[in-house]
């Protein structure tokens, strides 16, 4: 079975510092890994995925995430934070093996605060 | 272009009744899903269409929960005889092919409350 961890229930960063969101995962097979973020009362808007290639990928807005294989972690990153970053984010992942299904598996969410 | 779009944003019913929820994805797309997202935990799968098919149904908690998509398009989610429990916002998604590799949008989601 495929799961996904996000151990911090809230980041709190001040605005133009660093923002690190942590994910961890596991799967059987190899993993494809998504992260998501949600604004109140919207829906999930993608943000960038690992499929294979370059462990460090660049995505929207500013975001990037590195894969790394032997700690099974998918950490969100992204290097200057903005005061409109602050919002719930959620990382997710599907196994590479076919009886896996199509299915994303998140995890609990974690919410960002960027203070100005 | 258009995004998925899902009707009602809110519905509210009483126990014990049937609610249809409708998802319209993204045009071209042929892979739809559903997901349900509790209050404070991620989404969870539902179903998963190719097509008109269910190609995955392993996600819908018991027999109240249906869905079907008759012509590879527009979705419904129907729940029958609707419990306190079911509250939660349903989400849908759709992708270009369904394929592993394939990037689910999202749509803004129905809140649905049950009393």
């Known amino acids: 079975a495929q799961s996904v961890a996000q151990p911090e229930d809230q980041v709190n960063v001040a605005e133009g510092n660093p923002l690190t969101v942590k994910c961890t995962y596991s799967?059987?097979?190899?993993?494809?890994l998504f992260w998501y973020v949600q604004y109140p009362n919207r829906g999930l808007q993608f943000l960038l995925k690992?499929?294979?290639?370059?462990?460090l990928v660049k995505g929207s807005y500013g975001f990037e995430a590195e894969f790394n294989k032997s700690q099974t972690s998918f950490h969100l990153k992204k290097p200057s934070a903005l005061v409109s970053d602050s919002a719930l984010y959620f990382c997710?992942?599907?196994?590479?093996?076919?009886?896996?299904?199509?299915?994303?598996?998140f995890g609990g969410g974690t919410r960002v605060l960027v203070k100005p | 272009g258009a995004g998925v779009s899902q009707t009602p944003s809110n519905k509210v019913t009483e126990k014990g009744k049937y609610v249809e929820l409708r998802c319209d994805p993204i045009?071209?797309?042929?892979?739809l899903y559903w997901y349900r997202q509790s209050l404070g935990q991620g989404p969870e799968f539902l179903i998963y269409?190719?097509?008109?098919?269910?190609?995955?149904d392993s996600g819908l908690p018991n027999d109240r929960f249906f869905a079907v998509r008759p012509e590879g398009s527009v979705s419904t989610l129907k729940i029958q005889r609707t419990e306190r429990g079911d509250s939660a916002v349903y989400l849908c998604?759709?992708?270009?092919?369904?394929?592993?590799?394939?990037?689910?949008?999202f749509g803004p989601g129905t809140r649905l409350t049950v009393l």
């Open positions: 998604a759709s992708s270009l092919q369904g394929t592993f590799t394939d990037t689910q949008y």
């Open positions: 799967v059987s097979g190899n993993p494809y």
């Open positions: 269409f190719q097509g008109t098919g269910a190609a995955d």
């Open positions: 997710a992942v599907r196994d590479w093996a076919k009886a896996a299904g199509n299915k994303l598996t």
């Open positions: 045009s071209g797309h042929t892979a």
């Open positions: 690992y499929i294979t290639g370059d462990n």
